[in-house]
């Protein structure tokens, strides 16, 4: 599956949700994530933001596509992390 990540947590769990990101996904632009995942490890990024973030104060928003076949990715200004292959 591709998926979108959203993030938005407190200022001390920042660092450590970039992390969490950055070994499933890639980074597009702050707070932002996109690219394939397996089921398995799909979880396995849910479980890992489970523990950081506090759920009073913090949201993690995931867009799951199950194919990209009919997805388009557009970008208006500047590219904050431009990929030379994207499918």
Same mark, same amino acid.
């Given at each position: 599956?591709?998926?979108?990540?959203?993030y938005?947590?407190?200022?001390?769990?920042?660092?450590?949700?970039l992390?969490?990101?950055?070994?499933?996904?890639?980074?597009?632009?702050?707070?932002?994530?996109?690219?394939?995942?397996? =089921?398995a490890?799909?979880?396995?990024l849910?479980? =890992?933001?489970?523990?950081?973030m506090?759920?009073?104060?913090?949201?993690?928003l995931?867009?799951?596509?199950r194919?990209?076949?009919?997805?388009?990715?557009?970008?208006?200004?500047?590219?904050?992390?431009?990929? =030379?292959?994207?499918i």
């Open positions: 599956m591709y998926i979108i990540l959203v938005d947590v407190g200022e001390k769990r920042v660092a450590k949700a992390k969490t990101c950055r070994k499933y996904l890639t980074w597009v632009q702050n707070s932002v994530f996109e690219g394939e995942i397996t =089921d490890k799909y979880k396995k849910k479980y =890992d933001f489970e523990k950081i506090n759920k009073e104060e913090d949201s993690v995931i867009y799951i596509l194919t990209t076949k009919y997805y388009k990715r557009e970008c208006i200004g500047k590219e904050k992390n431009p990929m =030379d292959i994207f």
